[in-house]
């Protein structure tokens, strides 16, 4: 059953999903709130939000730009918000650059947003106690997380690692609570994000060849999410779910 009463149903449920104005976050939002889900949505893009606000379904949602990095901005926001029942975190960006030209610059700022925004908000969740019991957490790593090597990707690969890692200790440390903590490793999917990179259709094409399965769309991601905020997924904690549409069986 995937109605409303069913297992999979997300009905009662408040949820926070970051990064929320785009691809994988907007997908994530849309297709939880058509199982019951009351949503908590942020992303730095306020007319980029207010766009998905208006893709979901039902009421009660509520939307806030903001942006990870500001402690502050983040700090006053989780004080003001309702406790939850499950949280999201899709947020990131990806900086693309060969090991030896690596800058300290370029590592701080794709552990900023990918890495530290993260392990303090989770930080500030718990300590306000904003979390409820038998919640669900719910990270958005990557295959990169130390599944597949990809030239020039040794940054992003090591922030979505710390992720993974930090993630299953937190699983440990809030198994007393019952509150079940997962990571997703997605591989490649079409977002607007893919548009942007500097690679021509035709190596893209060839590329999406190596996938028995092809590229996969932010609903595939969406998808696992809904598993794992539901009571489904009761009994799975610390885990990592590999969505790579067959691309490490060979």
């Known amino acids: 059953m995937i109605g409303e009463n069913g297992p999979f149903s997300l009905s009662g449920k408040r949820i926070l ?6 691809g994988i976050g907007r997908s994530c939002a849309i297709e939880c709130s058509k199982l019951g889900a009351a949503l908590i949505i942020t992303g730095r893009n306020s007319e980029r939000l ?3 606000m208006a893709m979901l379904s039902g009421d009660g949602h509520l939307f ?3 942006d990870l990095n500001d402690g ?6 989780i004080g003001n918000i309702s406790n939850l029942d499950g949280v999201v975190y899709c947020a990131g960006i990806q900086k693309t650059c060969p090991s030896k030209l690596i800058q300290r610059a370029d590592i701080e700022e794709v552990f900023e947003t990918n890495f530290f925004s993260i392990a303090n908000m989770n930080s500030l969740l718990l300590k306000k106690k904003k979390i409820n019991k038998g919640s669900s957490v719910v990270f958005i790593s990557s295959t990169a997380a130390g599944i597949v090597a990809e030239s020039g990707n040794a940054i992003y690969s090591a922030s979505k690692g710390a ?5 299953k200790v937190l699983a440990l440390e ?4 019952k509150i079940r903590v997962n990571c997703i490793l997605p591989a490649m999917i079409k977002t607007p994000l893919l548009e942007t990179i500097s690679v021509d259709k035709e190596q893209l094409a060839l590329d999406e060849k190596r996938y028995p399965f092809g590229y996969g769309s932010p609903e595939d991601v969406a998808y696992a999410v809904i598993y794992l905020l539901s009571d489904a997924a009761k009994w799975v904690t610390g885990t990592n779910l590999l969505l790579d549409g ?4 060979r």
């Not at 502050?72 to 926001?77: E, H, N, P, Q, Y």
């Not at 992720?163 to 993630?167: D, G, K, M, R, V």
């Not at 067959?246 to 069986?249: I, N, V």
């Open 246 to 249: 067959g691309l490490t069986l």
């Open 174 to 177: 809030l198994s007393n609570q």
């Open 64 to 66: 806030k730009a903001l």
């Open 50 to 52: 207010e766009e998905t």
């Open 163 to 167: 992720i993974t890692s930090f993630a």
């Open 72 to 77: 502050d901005a983040v700090s006053g926001f």
């Open 17 to 22: 999903i970051t990064g929320a104005s785009s």
